[in-house]
């Protein structure tokens, strides 16, 4: 480890901080599946609802299209 000069050593605990810290940043911020609000769970299924209904209405619309 003595071959290594001081400088170097300035760039690797660097990088190493760097890692600790992306970890560190991506697990707090992990959203967890039961952080959801009763509002967003209605705009979901809100969602979930309108996009059944334009899938609906582009397969009826493909159905009268075909010959």
Not at 52 to 67: A, F, G, I, K, Q
Request: proline residues 4%; glycine residues 2%; without cysteine.
């Amino acid at each position: 480890m003595a071959e290594i000069p001081w400088w170097a050593w300035i760039a690797i605990v660097a990088i190493v901080m760097w890692g600790i810290i992306m970890v560190a940043n991506t697990v707090a911020h992990r959203p967890r599946a039961d952080d959801t609000s009763a509002a967003d769970r209605e705009e979901i299924e809100r969602l979930k609802r309108r996009i059944e209904d334009l899938e609906h209405r582009m397969n009826r619309r493909d159905e009268s299209s075909s010959p």
